[in-house]
């Protein structure tokens, strides 16, 4: 039992900000990107990336459109600084995109961060050091000023080494981790300090990142946090305000969103929140909040299984199947009312209006999904989902009455099996329920003819091996059929439809029929090239299942009148 946590954790609340202006505020447009998947994703692996790994991330980056991509942490891992050469000396990197590495406030890390960097024509560099009380006290065990001039310092020796690599178009960036942590005033305090020393401008800016090093509170905390820096900040028309939030709480994302809308203009994170603890922000689901509401994110997830694929292969992590927009369910419905709400919204779509179909955030094809998975069926599921799987992988499209009964059979095989049934294996549940021949009437063909201005019709069937000719007249062939038969049913509805086209094209029939002693109505199908065969397939289709229905003993009482020269009454 957990014990009680008002005598071990306190609410976090480091702000009181009355006036706050973030919740009105709309997104319009995205966010300046950040991937950090390289260096704070890679940290979280078990087994970090290898360089031919990293380089092929990389690439992937590139490939979806992000600008600015942390690459690595060059003074902490050999891997990660043979990675930033070689992008470097192989001209890896287009001339819009501009690589960023990070290094501690500390001497030695920073010459040799800087020292990685030689020859590149564009690059950022990311200086930090923690702020927080429970650092300065425990791990440092610095006081305010302690901290400060740590910051400073460093921030000056990058600044000095810069200006030895003319060649490099620089961009400074510095982080106070675990800002939420820390005290406003005096984030503001070493904030301020350091873009004093980067002199930073309008013509030159400065990022400043505000991370969620540790997410302490509810996403609004952290926006109110990130206005006020946004008021307060020196020299704020000389930077870019940006944010780095961690999921610990599970709530990354909103605390993201709402940062921008609090005046953050960059966010960086991962691909589907990869990273330590819990992980970064996810910026797949970010960007493509953003364009659900129709804000392109001006990052390319066209291809989303492309990108999850190779994320998986470089991470060794696998992507929940659940997980938001890329996992491999999350526009799979098992559950009957959904696949019913989804199909009527498919049938009702129209490509001219904007998107609008139900449960479906977002259109699947936008990312390079196809419609296929949209609707899989288990026990779960209901007509909707039978429907629409034969309608779309067969070409069936089955009258309502007859999805209802067709979803029975199929959810007792689901039942059975208890696993999920794939479109191949509806279509062999389907072949034998309607299409393959049972007892007592196994059809071999048929042949019209008029008489008297009637028609007429002379049915072959097969019995225990040997051929019967039978003979009936009606007003059309159906009629007549069932006078073949001497059936005792009655044609309630009757539906066609064509499968395929050209010659390969084939006629499907449904015919629905009642029979006294047999509970409701029972449908019956046939398929043929010829119209008129598939009429008499789906009749005799529909008969043999009503006689599987029939108490055993009115089978034998209707066998024994066929003896007595009568096939079938």
């Not at 800087?114 to 564009?122: D, E, P, V």
């Not at 998986?312 to 369910?329: K, S, V, W």
Request: charged fraction near 25%; aromatic fraction near 8%; include cysteine.
């Amino acid at each position: 039992m957990l014990s009680d946590p008002s005598k071990k954790y306190r609410p976090y609340r480091p702000i009181r900000l009355t006036d706050r202006t973030w919740p009105d505020v709309e997104i319009t447009r995205p966010p300046v990107w950040m991937s950090t998947d390289l260096r704070d994703g890679n940290q979280a692996l078990f087994e970090p990336m290898s360089v031919a790994t990293k380089l092929e991330m990389f690439d992937m980056l590139l490939a979806v459109g992000f600008k600015e991509i942390e690459v690595g942490f060059p003074s902490a891992s050999q891997t990660d600084y043979t990675v930033v050469r070689r992008l470097i000396e192989e001209e890896r990197i287009p001339e819009d995109v501009r690589i960023e590495v990070i290094t501690q406030a500390r001497d030695h890390l920073i010459e040799q961060t800087m020292a990685s960097l030689r020859g590149a024509k564009r690059a950022i560099v990311h200086l930090y050091n923690a702020t927080s009380p429970v650092f300065r006290k425990t791990v440092f065990r610095l006081d305010r000023a302690g901290v400060r001039a740590v910051a400073v310092h460093g921030a000056k020796l990058i600044k000095r080494l810069a200006a030895a690599q003319p060649q490099t178009e620089w961009t400074f960036q510095y982080s106070p981790e675990t800002f939420s942590a820390t005290e406003l005033d005096f984030a503001k305090e070493v904030v301020d300090a350091v873009t004093a020393v980067w002199e930073a401008t309008p013509e030159h800016p400065v990022i400043v990142n505000l991370p969620a090093t540790v997410e302490m509170s509810t996403p609004n905390v952290f926006a109110d946090q990130i206005e006020w820096m946004h008021r307060h900040l020196a020299r704020r028309d000389g930077i870019v305000l940006s944010v780095h939030p961690h999921n610990d709480r599970g709530s990354a994302v909103a605390a993201a969103e709402f940062a921008v809308m609090a005046g953050a203009e960059r966010v960086e994170g991962c691909l589907f929140g990869n990273g330590e603890r819990t992980g970064n922000v996810d910026l797949v689901t970010l960007a493509l909040n953003l364009y659900t509401q129709g804000v392109h994110p001006r990052l390319d997830f066209s291809r989303i299984n492309d990108v999850a694929r190779t994320v998986e292969q470089c991470t060794r992590l696998p992507i929940h199947p659940r997980h938001p927009y890329a996992g491999d369910l999350v526009f799979t419905a098992f559950s009957g009312s959904h696949q019913d709400a989804i199909k009527k919204g498919f049938t009702a779509r129209n490509s001219d209006e904007p998107w609008a179909v139900p449960y479906l955030p977002i259109d699947p094809e936008d990312l390079g999904r196809s419609y296929e998975s949209v609707i899989r069926v288990n026990s779960q599921s209901g007509k909707g989902g039978v429907a629409y799987l034969l309608e779309r992988e067969y070409g069936l499209v089955m009258p309502r009455r007859m999805q209802v009964e067709f979803s029975r059979v199929v959810q007792q095989a689901a039942d059975t099996s208890g696993k999920e049934i794939r479109a191949d294996e509806m279509w062999a549940i389907f072949r034998r329920e309607y299409l393959e021949p049972v007892e007592p009437i196994d059809y071999v063909g048929q042949s019209l003819f008029d008489a008297d201005g009637r028609q007429g019709i002379r049915l072959r069937v097969r019995k225990q091996g040997h051929d019967k000719v039978l003979t009936g007249m009606g007003n059309g062939p159906i009629d007549a059929l069932l006078a073949a038969l001497a059936a005792d049913v009655r044609v309630q509805h009757y539906k066609e439809h064509s499968i395929g086209r050209g010659s390969d094209a084939q006629a499907v029939c449904f015919v629905e029929l009642a029979c006294d002693g047999v509970a409701g109505d029972v449908f019956g199908v046939g398929i043929d090239g010829n119209i008129v065969s598939a009429s008499v397939k789906a009749v005799i289709s529909g008969i043999n299942r009503i006689w599987a229905r029939l108490p055993s003993i009115e089978q034998t009482a209707l066998l024994q009148r066929e003896q007595a020269g009568r096939y079938y009454a």
